[in-house]
């Protein structure tokens, strides 16, 4: 009788296989844009890179003079995958040397990122590449120097820090240094008697502050910034917070996050609106099917009433007419499941959601049936 009954009138049940299989295809046509979409989003993040600077917040124009310990305390951090320092103080040549007085000595860890800070042109032997990250004692000096000194790249010569360019410590300590290359520059704001050498130079233990006075007043980076490492992107905003805890109120971390939310914004909006899109799908395909099925089940009153009326008991009536939707909704879950896995995203608890409840509003329109009153089965039926 139910097959029967579907087969004269097929409009319904294909409607609600219809709208089973559209329960499965949009979801899931949506949710492989979602993950598109968050794979675009997560290489948007990690193909950018936050540069991070420290401003002063006394005045505007003030020295950058930051403590080393703040400076090696953000180098140090897992968030923080690489940085830039200078430091800068009075030296002169222990041996006989071109220039009468003092000049300045700079400490960097990049000395390619200080030439292009600085307008100077590096000179080093062919194919050799300079590595100021470590700790040698090594130095970078202007072509008019090494004429003025009578050297050469590869000599050595000894040097000694001083407090002030003024006078010469004579009881600062010896540092040897290798020459590995040299610069030259026409416009630059670096002496021409400078030399430029590893930061570790300003730090070890034959190095070029010695003195408590020149500690206090030299021992300080004049230049830093730091890059975030781009797997913590993300979090950055939280990563700012730790940062400018460290720093403390004296600085303002000054970062370039705000080209990075600039071009991860628009996709975060399509990301919401897609999401709320998916679960408003997700609701209305559940509830969708159920309704037509309530609507399939109300077809089923002349056939209820007709068995009723033949003294057959509502429980045996509901039994009955409950189980031929419970397995024509299955086998269309089954349908639906095999388009899921044919698609590639297996949802199953998606199409079970739908199945189970179609199936319990199918149980509660039959049961509504059972327990109306004859007469008014009978007058729904005559009308």
């Given amino acids: 009788m139910f097959m029967k009954r579907m087969c004269r009138k097929p409009l319904l049940p294909l409607l609600l296989l219809l709208v089973i299989l559209l329960g499965v295809l949009f979801p899931t046509v949506l949710n492989q844009s979602i993950e598109k979409s968050y794979t675009e989003l997560d290489e948007l993040y990690a193909g950018i890179v936050i540069q991070c600077k420290l401003i002063p917040q006394t005045y505007i124009g003030a020295d950058f003079a930051l403590a080393p310990e703040i400076g090696d305390q953000l180098s140090r951090m897992d968030e923080v995958s690489g940085y830039y320092c200078e430091l800068n103080c009075p030296y002169y040549f222990r041996d006989p040397g071109p220039s009468s007085g003092n000049s300045m000595a700079y400490g960097t860890n990049d000395i390619y990122r200080f030439a292009g800070e600085h307008a100077l042109e590096l000179c080093f032997p062919v194919g050799e ?3 100021f990250s470590g700790n040698d004692n090594i130095c970078v000096v202007s072509e008019d120097l090494l004429a003025a000194a009578s050297r050469s790249i590869g000599d050595t010569v000894t040097v000694a820090g001083s407090v002030s360019t003024a006078e010469r410590d004579t009881n600062a300590p010896d540092l040897n240094l290798t020459i590995v290359g040299s610069f030259r520059a026409e416009d630059t704001d670096i002496p021409w008697n400078a030399i430029i050498v590893p930061k570790s130079c300003f ?6 502050l010695s003195t408590a006075e020149g500690i206090r007043r030299w021992r300080v980076y004049t230049a830093f910034d730091f890059t975030i490492d781009q ?4 979090e950055f905003d939280t990563v700012k917070e730790t940062l400018q805890g460290i720093v403390g109120g004296k600085w ?22 897609q999401e709320m899109l998916f679960r408003i799908m997700t609701v209305l395909f559940v509830f969708l099917p159920a309704l037509i099925t309530c609507l399939l089940c109300t077809k089923d009153k002349n056939e209820v009433l007709i068995r009723i009326l033949y003294g057959e008991k509502p429980s045996r009536v509901f039994w009955s007419s409950w189980a031929p939707y419970t397995g024509l909704l299955v086998l269309y879950g089954m349908l639906a499941l095999l388009l899921s896995q044919a698609m590639g995203y297996l949802n199953g608890w998606n199409i079970a959601g739908i199945v189970v409840v179609s199936i319990l509003a199918a149980g509660i329109a039959i049961g509504l049936l059972c327990k109306t009153k004859l007469v008014t089965l009978y007058q729904s039926r005559e009308g």
């Fill in 203 to 208: 730090f070890d233990t034959s190095e070029l």
């Fill in 129 to 131: 590449s300079i590595d």
């Fill in 252 to 273: 303002l971390l000054y970062s370039t996050s705000r080209e990075l939310y600039r071009a991860v914004q628009p996709l975060e909006k399509k990301l919401q609106m």
């Fill in 231 to 234: 797997a913590c992107n993300k």
